[in-house]
């Protein structure tokens, strides 16, 4: 079986350990840069340089397609890259992870001005649509998000395909030098649905002056969270840092780990963390609770609930003895249940179910 992916610049760190997962149990795969293969309007900006590359069509595709000659293709996104393979009739299989509709809306109310970035978004919107229609399946990243795709498509396929992780990658190291008792959040600023949630985090830092708050994050919401949080004396922004290296570090020396989102599908730094032993305090939205054990590897906390943020924190702050047995239980919770091997066969399955109904259909139609 070949399988050729194409993916955001941002994951295909990730989507490689996929493949090399994949590689494992006999599939070939071949891993591009959607956006360097084929692209449209609003998808790598609109500077002078990049404009003619709207207009060079499927030609990389289709030199790609001949080469490798893949029986499926997998995209993380619903761009060009996938319209392609929809013309070119290869199953296509889109992995999705966020609520993209609602990503949507937020993006055109808090961020997307300008005439000409309006124009870029309903474009995008309008292949997006068309790939989410022609695509074989839609693959989402967990449970909760499968609900919300029968909302907008009740009779296309899906299957749950949780994200996977390198449980070798995450061991404790030299850690960085920050102050004690703290909390470590680990999370972008990208989406204000997720981003706002943090603001709960006022009243939480009055009432716990003794614990020290790091943010280790980026994005374009950034400003709006630290015009309230750095008034603060005890939180403390440290930017984007680099990954894993950095992240490893940064996980090794945080006492407790803390998801404050709005939504959340299914966030590769809550498996990171608990595989790093750390105890986790999560918001109880969207397709979190599916990657932790409410009061085994770690409390989950209602959204907007600053009361039960500050009650939950204390416990782990103040119980070494339970943050240990927590953080432990996390490691195993995730190794159990997201390790690669898993996720990969279960991915594998998918496909050759697709793949034997194919091979029905056209038996079905030499025997009339």
């Given at each position: 079986m070949r399988l050729l992916i194409g993916g955001a610049s941002s994951k295909l760190f990730h989507l490689k350990e996929f493949g090399e997962a994949l590689t494992k149990l006999g599939v070939e795969y071949k891993l591009v840069q959607d956006t360097d293969v084929v692209v449209g309007l609003g998808e790598i900006g609109f500077r002078s340089r990049t404009i003619k590359r709207w207009f060079e069509g499927t030609k990389?595709?289709?030199?790609?397609?001949?080469?490798?000659?893949?029986?499926?293709?997998?995209?993380?996104?619903?761009?060009?890259?996938?319209?392609?393979?929809?013309?070119?009739?290869?199953?296509?299989f889109i992995?999705?992870?966020?609520?993209?509709?609602?990503?949507?809306?937020?993006?055109?109310?808090?961020?997307h001005k300008s005439p000409v970035q309006r124009i870029g978004l309903r474009w995008k919107d309008q292949i997006a649509k068309k790939c989410f229609s022609g695509a074989t399946a839609i693959i989402p990243i967990c449970e909760y998000l499968e609900d919300v795709v029968k909302e907008h498509y009740p009779n296309k396929p899906t299957h749950v395909l949780h994200g996977g992780i390198d449980v070798s990658r995450w061991y404790r190291v030299n850690g960085m030098d920050l102050k004690h008792p703290c909390v470590g959040l680990l999370q972008g600023a990208q989406i204000w649905g997720k981003s706002k949630e943090m603001l709960t985090l006022t009243k939480v830092l009055e009432a716990m002056p003794s614990v020290t708050f790091y943010w280790a994050g980026d994005g374009p919401y950034k400003d709006k969270i630290l015009s309230t949080l750095n008034k603060y004396e005890n939180f403390k922004w440290l930017g984007a840092?680099?990954?894993?290296?950095?992240?490893?570090?940064?996980?090794?020396?945080?006492?407790?780990y803390a998801l404050v989102s709005g939504i959340d599908m299914s966030p590769l730094t809550l498996q990171e963390a608990q595989l790093m032993e750390k105890p986790v305090v999560a918001t109880n939205v969207g397709g979190i609770p599916e990657l932790m054990k409410n009061n085994e590897t770690g409390f989950l906390v209602e959204k907007g609930d600053h009361v039960g943020w500050i009650q939950k924190l204390s416990i782990l702050i103040n119980d070494d003895e339970k943050a240990k047995q927590m953080g432990a239980s996390g490691r195993d919770f995730v190794k159990d249940n997201f390790s690669w091997d898993k996720v990969t066969k279960k991915f594998i399955t998918i496909m050759e179910s697709y793949n034997q109904n194919n091979e029905r259909r056209f038996k079905q139609g030499a025997e009339k």
């Open positions: 990389k595709f289709d030199k790609l397609v001949r080469e490798f000659r893949p029986d499926a293709v997998f995209v993380d996104s619903p761009t060009h890259f996938g319209l392609a393979a929809i013309k070119s009739r290869i199953p296509l992995l999705l992870r966020g609520d993209y509709w609602s990503e949507m809306k937020w993006v055109n109310e808090t961020l840092i680099q990954y894993p290296d950095r992240v490893r570090e940064y996980l090794t020396e945080i006492d407790v």
